[in-house]
C-alpha cells in the first residue's frame, strides 16, 4: 500500500504525524501533492478545543483548509485540467442538489463537507482527492504559499459583497489578522475608502498601515467607538466589517457604523451579543452575516493575479510538516508576531 505523511489531530494538544493509505481518486476527482497549507482560527480552535462552534471531533483528524499544490493524478472524466497543473483548493464540497446549492448559494448547503473540520479530512498531508470543479488553477505569478491564502482572500470578498462595498465607501475594519487585512486590501481595490482598521496588537496595526489603511486604532489604548466617530466627523463609517469574533467588538459594530449603514458580523465565536434594538431601528443599520463564500475563488485569484492584494504581505511563518504542532503552538501563544502561519510540504 502507498502511504504518506500526515498531521491528524487525535485530542487538543495531541498532534502526530503519521503514515496514512494515499487517497484513490474517482472519476471526477483530481489527486494534489499539497505544497503548503495555511493555519486558520478554526484550525486553532480544533486544536485547543476539538470543536468549533458545533462542529465537534468525534475521531483523529487532519488539519487544514488552505491549501494550493500541484495535480499528479486526474479521473477519467476530468479534462479541465492536467498533471502538473498549480492549483488552490476550496475546501468546502457542497451536494450541488439541495436548494441553496441550485440557488448557488452553496456556502449555505448543510450536506457542505468542508476540509479540516469534522468530520472531513483536512489538507495537511501530502495528497489530497478533491472534485476537480474545486482545484482553481494558479497564475504563473502566484506561488503555492500565496495560494493559500486565495482561501481566506475568498472570505473576506464574500463579507464585502454581503455589505455591498463600493467605491468611496469608508470601511471599519475590527480586527486585523489574516481576513481583516485580507477585506482592507480587497475593500481598497473596489475603490473604497478611507479603511480604518482596529486591533490590539502593534505588528498587525503597522502591516495594516503599509497595506494601504488611512487610520488605524488600537483598542488596548484608545476606545475604538471614539476615535472612530472622531475621525469620521461623528458620522461612523458606511460600513463596518466585524473580523476578530470576539463579543466586546461585535456589540461596538452598531455604534461605529454610520446612520443607514451596513454592519458585516464575519467572525466566529462571539456568541450571545446585546444590542440596542431602538439604535438599530431608528438609524435603519442593516446587519447582515457572512459564512465562507460562494464563487469568490475566481474572483480573489483575479485580484490576486493584477497585483491589487498582496498576498505574501501577511505570511509571517513557515513550518515543516513534521513541525505542525509547534506552527500551531507558536500561532496561538504569540498573537501579535503570528499572522498567518504556514505548513510547508
Ligand atoms: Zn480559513
Ligand atoms: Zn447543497
Redesign the pocket.
Known amino acids: 500500500m502507498v502511504t504518506m505523511r500526515a498531521a491528524v489531530l487525535y485530542a487538543p494538544g495531541d498532534l502526530r504525524i503519521e503514515q496514512i493509505p494515499v487517497p484513490r481518486i474517482s472519476r471526477n476527482q483530481v489527486l494534489v501533492n499539497v505544497k503548503a497549507v495555511?493555519i486558520?482560527?478554526?484550525d486553532l480552535h480544533l486544536y485547543n478545543n476539538g470543536r468549533i462552534a458545533d462542529s465537534i471531533m468525534n475521531e483523529p483528524l487532519i488539519l487544514g483548509?488552505?491549501a494550493a499544490g500541484e495535480i499528479v493524478a486526474i479521473g477519467e472524466d476530468v479534462t479541465a485540467l492536467q498533471c502538473g497543473d498549480r492549483v488552490v483548493m476550496e475546501p468546502g464540497i457542497s451536494c450541488g442538489e439541495c436548494e441553496f446549492c441550485q440557488r448557488g448559494e452553496y456556502n449555505l448547503c448543510r450536506f457542505q463537507a468542508f476540509k479540516g473540520i469534522p468530520s472531513t479530512q483536512g489538507c495537511m498531508t501530502e495528497f489530497v482527492a478533491i472534485p476537480w470543479r474545486y482545484a482553481h488553477k494558479l497564475p504563473p505569478q502566484i506561488d503555492h504559499e500565496e495560494g493559500t491564502v486565495i482561501?481566506?482572500l475568498a472570505?473576506a470578498l464574500q463579507g464585502l459583497a454581503e455589505g455591498q462595498v463600493r467605491a468611496g465607501q469608508s470601511v471599519a475594519i475590527l480586527g486585523g489578522g489574516t481576513i481583516g487585512l485580507m477585506a482592507l486590501q480587497a475593500a481598497l481595490a473596489l475603490g473604497a475608502g478611507p479603511v480604518i482598521v482596529v486591533d490590539l496588537y502593534t505588528k498587525r496595526l503597522d502591516l495594516a498601515k503599509n497595506l494601504g489603511a488611512a487610520h488605524v486604532v488600537n483598542a488596548c489604548i484608545e476606545d475604538p467607538v471614539h476615535r472612530i466617530l472622531e475621525l469620521t466627523n461623528q458620522l461612523g463609517t458606511d460600513v463596518v466589517l466585524e473580523t476578530s469574533g470576539t463579543a466586546a467588538a461585535a456589540a461596538q459594530t452598531v455604534r461605529i457604523v454610520r446612520r443607514g449603514g451596513t454592519v458585516v458580523l464575519v467572525g466566529v465565536g462571539a456568541g450571545e451579543v446585546s444590542f440596542n434594538v431602538d439604535l438599530i431601528t431608528r438609524s435603519r443599520l442593516k446587519l447582515t452575516g457572512t459564512f465562507r463564500y460562494a464563487n469568490q475563488f475566481p474572483v480573489a485569484l483575479s485580484l490576486a493575479k493584477s497585483g491589487k492584494v498582496d498576498l505574501c504581505s501577511i505570511i509571517t511563518h513557515r513550518f515543516p510538516l513534521e513541525r505542525t504542532q509547534e506552527a500551531l503552538e507558536i500561532s496561538k501563544s504569540q498573537r501579535d508576531s503570528t499572522i498567518k502561519t504556514l505548513v510547508t510540504l
Open positions: 495555511g486558520c482560527g478554526s483548509h488552505e482561501e481566506p472570505v
